[in-house]
């Protein structure tokens, strides 16, 4: 059955005309994902209006449908989640230029910002002063109520928040570059990851999976952290040099002050000063997880090795066209599972339980 979802706005066309898209979404944190019709804007002079081909799904689109975020982010219903991105050009505003119809085009994480703040005008959108616009559950300037995300079959975006796809990458493996790909890209370069440093990945999913890949193509000697065993053969395929099981202390304590950077993808509660202390001296642990708890955390393991604790999240507009590029010329796409839209609510449930590798991505021609 579809249902139709019509904003809670009084003037939800009061930027223009809207057509009807088809999309799946979430009623409430408990009802799963269903079909539904939504309104997207029609393009104006600066838009492209894409044709989802696939969209990929990252583990905030769980956090976000069932509201485990309530606290940071907390969700608005009925909810269209979906922020990795891959389609084709079917209209271009008359003042668009770098898009035209027919051409393969990407959308993540963001679909507007500012554009005026210290921060967007230095490239760096994800923070801007303002807060960006986010593909989804987020103000929706154009028609009111909120942002409706990538599991749907067609969007609009200005073209200054579109991206363009390289030939040479698979567009279905390229979907989850746009967040997965960039939340692990951005870091490695803005700490400047190359050739001849020790770096360490911690955790091996969506993100962990690309994050040993980049490392790998910047030239560093990669470790792989993890807590399963029998991750160990696909962790040294993707790129890693060794693998550390980070219950083993003995195997642990072989690496204390030894890492110039060591990226942190895990999401859930962990101990952080066991890497901390595998950080040498003026060295780097950078958190992309989001957990939902506060850690721990020991300052003397920060003070005695001017240690540095940081967080990233996705890259700007520019720095991710930039990965893109960079992933087309070293042949990196994320490995991913392909599914119908018709099983997304099995598909999180098994992402619950980490079940998949290591990317699900929806074929979105099954909604069409």
């Not at 910002?113 to 994800?126: I, L, T």
Request: hydrophobic residues 40%; charged residues 20%; aromatic residues 8%.
């Amino acid at each position: 059955m579809t249902s139709t979802i019509v904003a809670d706005q009084k003037d939800a066309t009061r930027a223009g005309k809207a057509y009807p898209a088809k999309a799946y979404a979430a009623q409430s944190a408990a009802s799963g994902l269903a079909q539904a019709s939504i309104r997207r804007r029609e393009p104006g002079a600066s838009d492209v209006q894409i044709d989802i081909l696939y969209c990929g799904v990252c583990h905030s689109d769980l956090h976000q449908v069932r509201n485990e975020w309530e606290g940071m982010m907390p969700t608005v219903y009925p909810c269209v989640p979906g922020h990795e991105i891959v389609g084709r050009v079917v209209k271009a505003g008359s003042a668009v230029k770098k898009f035209k119809a027919g051409d393969l085009a990407a959308v993540g994480c963001m679909v507007d910002s500012d554009r005026v703040c210290p921060n967007c005008r230095a490239g760096n959108e994800q923070f801007c002063d303002s807060m960006p616009t986010f593909t989804y559950n987020t103000e929706d300037k154009h028609l009111g109520g909120v942002t409706y995300g990538g599991y749907s079959d067609s969007i609009v975006v200005d073209e200054a928040f579109v991206l363009r796809v390289p030939d040479k990458l698979d567009p279905a493996a390229t979907a989850p570059l746009l967040c997965a790909g960039i939340t692990t890209y951005s870091p490695m370069r803005h700490w400047n990851v190359r050739k001849g440093q020790k770096v360490g990945v911690v955790g091996l999913g969506g993100l962990g999976h690309m994050g040993v890949k980049f490392a790998h193509a910047f030239g560093a000697h990669v470790v792989l952290f993890t807590t399963s065993p029998n991750k160990k053969e696909d962790a040294l395929r993707l790129g890693a040099h060794e693998v550390v099981v980070s219950k083993n202390e003995a195997e642990m304590a072989k690496h204390a002050g030894s890492f110039d950077f060591i990226l942190d993808t895990v999401s859930g509660e962990h101990n952080l000063n066991s890497y901390l202390d595998l950080v040498k001296l003026d060295g780097t642990l950078t958190l992309v997880g989001a957990s939902p708890t506060p850690f721990p955390l020991s300052v003397g393991s920060l003070l005695f090795r001017r240690r540095s604790l940081a967080g990233s999240i996705i890259g700007g507009i520019r720095e991710t066209q930039e990965m893109l590029d960079f992933c087309a010329e070293h042949g990196i796409v994320s490995d991913i599972e392909l599914i119908p839209i018709q099983e997304i609510n099995q598909a999180y449930e098994r992402l619950a339980k980490s079940d998949v590798k290591y990317r699900f991505v929806i074929d979105m021609a099954s909604l069409k």
